[in-house]
């Protein structure tokens, strides 16, 4: 029923920046939890970022300082404002939605983030 888009992901040189957004769809957007996944080759998917219904935000310890997520529920998107990248932020990233009285997720199919050193 949920649906996720995602884009913004592209090839950037180490300190550039990029944002990145995921607009849902058949979604009660306002009440969800919203969170930025990233999969790396050989490597789990890690929580790099997450957003309350209320504006609340979490962290990785390593894009602390660098990543902003925010939301906006009139457009029903969240978006991850990347600064300052990294070769090792290299990455695909997934836009995933969930409410708090559940443990479904729903994800999108990712968008590639390339850091060139």
């Known amino acids: 029923q949920v649906q996720l888009v995602e884009s913004g992901g592209s090839l950037v040189q180490a300190g550039g920046s990029l944002r990145l957004s995921c607009a849902a769809s058949g979604s009660i957007f306002s009440i969800a939890i919203m969170g930025w996944y990233r999969q790396s080759s050989g490597k789990q998917r890690e929580l790099v970022a997450a957003?309350?219904?209320?504006?609340?935000?979490n962290y990785a310890d390593s894009v602390k300082g660098r990543f902003t997520i925010s939301r906006d529920n009139a457009k029903n998107t969240v978006y991850l404002q990347m600064n300052s990248l990294k070769p090792e932020d290299t990455a695909v990233y997934y836009c995933?939605?969930?409410?708090?009285?559940?443990?479904?997720?729903?994800w999108g199919q990712g968008t590639l983030v390339t850091v060139s050193s």
């Open positions: 995933n939605l969930r409410y708090s009285f559940t443990t479904t997720d729903a």
């Open positions: 957003i309350t219904s209320g504006g609340s935000a």
